[in-house]
């Protein structure tokens, strides 16, 4: 069976994953009005504000999720999501 690394590379390798710069400025102030707008009336903890910001900020239209809370968040920001409850 193949270890952690290997898998990783091999993915990074035929495109399954890739490396995205990450502009941490941008994805806190996202988070901020995520979390302005949703969070009193949803109670969204802050990883999911902070999953969705990130792919808000890296211009995802679709969005992965085994978390209803966050399928909301998602949805409500305009992505596709793609969930198993």
């Given at each position: 069976?193949?270890?952690?690394?290997?898998i990783y590379?091999?993915?990074?390798?035929?495109?399954?994953?890739?490396?995205?710069?990450?502009?941490?400025?941008?994805?806190?102030?996202?988070?901020?009005?995520?979390?302005?707008?949703?969070?009193?009336?949803?109670?969204?903890?802050?990883?999911?504000?902070?999953?969705?910001?990130?792919?808000?900020?890296?211009?995802?239209?679709?969005?992965?999720?085994?978390?209803?809370?966050?399928?909301?968040?998602?949805?409500?920001?305009?992505?596709?999501?793609?969930?198993?409850?």
């Amino acid at each position: 069976m193949a270890n952690v690394e290997e898998i990783y590379h091999r993915a990074t390798v035929h495109g399954v994953l890739c490396l995205a710069p990450i502009d941490w400025a941008d994805v806190h102030q996202i988070a901020e009005r995520l979390s302005h707008q949703h969070t009193e009336a949803k109670g969204h903890r802050f990883a999911d504000i902070l999953h969705v910001a990130t792919a808000l900020h890296l211009g995802s239209l679709h969005f992965l999720t085994f978390d209803a809370k966050q399928k909301l968040l998602a949805e409500a920001e305009g992505m596709i999501v793609n969930a198993t409850d």
